[in-house]
């Protein structure tokens, strides 16, 4: 069964930093485009930031450039995204999402969604 597992979430306060990972379960990453997504209280789900395959391009929303930076470490399978100088308004569920080669800017793109992280920022 294909999924990833999203894990490293919690409780920060404003200024802080968290690294969440986003591990692959019953299949190689190395051919897949990650996606992270979000998706706060009364919200739909937005993309963050996508890293692909092919060359570790990267891309971020304009709401996190500067602040957060993924990753990909193919050896552990696993995809990371961290978050710096984060704000109440980063306070969301965070998902990763895989699909083929690249990225796009569409959620409906991806797939083999985890379970989600909790990211909450408050102080």
């Known amino acids: 069964q294909f999924q990833l597992v999203e894990s490293g979430g919690g409780l920060v306060q404003p200024g802080g930093s968290l690294r969440l990972s986003c591990a692959a379960s019953?299949?190689?990453?190395?051919?897949?485009?990650i996606g992270w997504f979000r998706q706060a209280p009364g919200k739909g789900r937005e993309g963050v930031s996508c890293i692909s395959s092919s060359d570790g391009s990267t891309y971020y929303a304009d709401s996190v450039r500067g602040r957060f930076t993924i990753s990909r470490d193919n050896a552990k399978n696993t995809v990371y995204l961290q978050m710096n100088s984060l704000k109440p308004e980063d306070t969301a569920v965070y998902y990763c999402?895989?699909?083929?080669?690249?990225?796009?800017?569409?959620?409906?793109?991806?797939?083999?969604w985890g379970q989600g992280t909790q990211v909450t920022v408050s102080s």
């Open positions: 999402g895989a699909r083929a080669f690249h990225c796009t800017n569409y959620e409906r793109d991806f797939g083999s």
């Open positions: 019953g299949f190689t990453l190395d051919y897949y485009a």
